[in-house]
Structure formats: structure tokens, C-alpha cells
């Protein structure tokens, strides 16, 4: 690896690593986890964040925190000066990993030792903090009905079937189905659909959309379910959230995490 590269690639047998992972550290650049293979837990203030191919965790500067992972993890770091890029998150924060982001970070791992490859910070920054930071995280699954019931609903979130009827369609059980989500994204069935329909709806309420037509198109069967829905994982209201938008004050809804477990008391 180039001396100067800004990526890294922590693998289990480093000499950082314990046998249960990274102890507690604190770095004074802002540092973006990604792991494209495996799963790692990160620990910040009590906090426990499950990583996956899909969630990734930004980590503010001064931040102490923790690792441990699966023995086949592969751990991308990627750092960022605080005094050149502001971060838009206090605390430790799971976000979303598109698809042009995993390109983006698989092409740096590629490309890390390759001589003259010049790292562009700014661009990267930006790649890595565009779209909405108040998406609530969302792990995908990775067995095949999973995948499939999660791909149709991405594409139509107002997809009213239950876990027993996309069951039968793909011809498994309703038991194995939910039993997918559970393990593989660490939410039930329920949860991970109501989580879509929500990210989905912010970029609704940002186009100026009515709550009502929202809540509508985003599968809810109810404004008023929408509406609880909303003030329970953002912390306001739809309404609200969208004139904070339209004064441009949106950044941050206090959307809650998706934790592992525990939180210390």
C-alpha cells in the first residue's frame, strides 16, 4: 500500500486486532466503515452497530469506539480530515450504502496500490455523504427469496402482500421467509417493509408532496398510520419534516439507529 494512501484495509490477523477485534481507540480524522465482506459490530458509547455489505457507519472524529467481527470480514476504512470535510452526524451513524457507493469504495480497494493512483478526497467525501441523511438503515438480505421479495418491494413499496402470500409465490415457506429477514437483516419482515416505505417517503415530502398522498403511494394504509409510523422513527412529524426541508433546515430528523442489542445503562 502506498505510504500516503487514505485507504486501508483491516484485516483479522493485524497487529491492532485482538482476538475479539479492535480495542477501544479514538482516531482525529472522521473515519467511514464499510464491509463489503462479513459482519463487524463497531461499539461507540455503549452502542452497538452491526455492519453488513449494505450499512455502513460514519464515526465523527474524537469518537472512542470498538470492533470485533466475523473471522472472514473484510473492513474498509476511509478517513477524512474534520478541518476540511463537515461531517453532517454528532455521533456514530449507520447509513445506507448504494450501489455507485459500493462501486466507488470496491474501485479504492482496487485501485489502492496501484502506482500514481491519486486519492480524491473531496469527490469521495461527497460520494460517501450524498443522498438523505436521515435514511433510517436498511440491511438487505442475501438468500434468494429474501432478495427477491426485497427487490419488488424497493421497486413498489405500496406492495400490499404479506409474508405468507410472497411465500407462496416463491414457493417456500412463510416461516423461512421471515426467518430470512430476521437473520440476514437483523429486522423483522414488518419492520424492514415499514423502514422502506419510510426512506422512501422523504424524497415524496422533499418534492413537495401532501402527507396524505404520500403515505398513499408509499403503501401505508392509513395517513394517520403513516403519521405515527414516521414520529416514531424520525422523531417528528411528516408535515413538520417537510417544511423543515422547505427552509432548508432538514438536515437531521434524529432518525433512530438500527442497533445491535445493547445500549449501557
Not at 482516531?27 to 464491509?35: A, I, K, N, W
Not at 461527497?126 to 443522498?131: P, R
Not at 409465490?169 to 419492520?191: D, I, K, N, V
Amino acid at each position: 500500500m502506498r505510504a500516503d494512501a487514505r485507504y486501508e484495509t483491516v484485516w483479522p490477523d493485524d497487529d491492532f486486532v485482538t482476538p475479539e477485534g479492535h480495542p477501544t481507540h479514538v482516531h482525529d480524522t472522521h473515519q467511514f466503515l464499510y464491509v463489503p465482506l462479513g459482519r463487524i459490530v463497531v461499539t461507540a458509547r455503549g452502542v452497538d452497530y452491526e455492519l453488513s455489505p449494505s450499512v455502513a457507519v460514519w464515526l465523527p472524529a474524537g469518537l472512542p469506539h470498538s470492533a470485533r467481527f466475523d473471522p472472514d470480514a473484510l473492513v474498509l476504512s476511509e478517513t477524512f480530515d474534520p478541518a476540511r470535510h463537515h461531517l453532517p452526524y454528532g455521533g456514530a451513524t449507520l447509513v445506507n450504502v448504494s450501489a455507485a457507493q459500493r462501486r466507488v469504495l470496491l474501485g479504492r480497494m482496487r485501485d489502492a496500490d496501484v502506482p500514481g493512483a491519486a486519492a480524491d478526497d473531496a469527490s469521495l467525501f461527497t460520494a460517501l455523504t450524498d443522498g438523505h441523511a436521515d435514511c433510517l438503515p436498511l440491511p438487505q438480505p442475501t438468500s434468494r427469496a429474501a432478495r427477491a421479495v426485497a427487490g419488488a418491494l424497493l421497486r413498489r413499496p405500496d406492495d400490499q402482500r404479506t409474508a405468507s402470500e410472497w411465500a407462496e409465490r416463491l414457493f417456500t415457506s412463510s416461516t423461512s421467509l421471515r426467518r430470512a429477514f430476521r437473520a440476514e437483516t437483523g429486522l423483522p419482515f414488518s419492520e424492514w417493509r415499514t423502514r422502506l416505505r419510510l426512506n422512501q417517503s422523504l424524497t415524496l415530502l422533499a418534492q413537495g408532496h401532501q402527507v396524505g398522498a404520500v403515505a398513499a403511494r408509499v403503501g401505508f394504509v392509513s395517513t394517520n398510520g403513516y403519521i405515527l409510523a414516521f414520529r416514531k422513527h424520525f422523531g417528528r412529524t411528516p408535515g413538520a419534516y417537510a417544511r423543515a426541508r422547505a427552509e432548508g433546515n432538514g438536515a437531521g430528523t434524529g432518525a433512530s439507529v438500527a442497533v445491535r442489542g445493547r445500549s449501557a445503562g
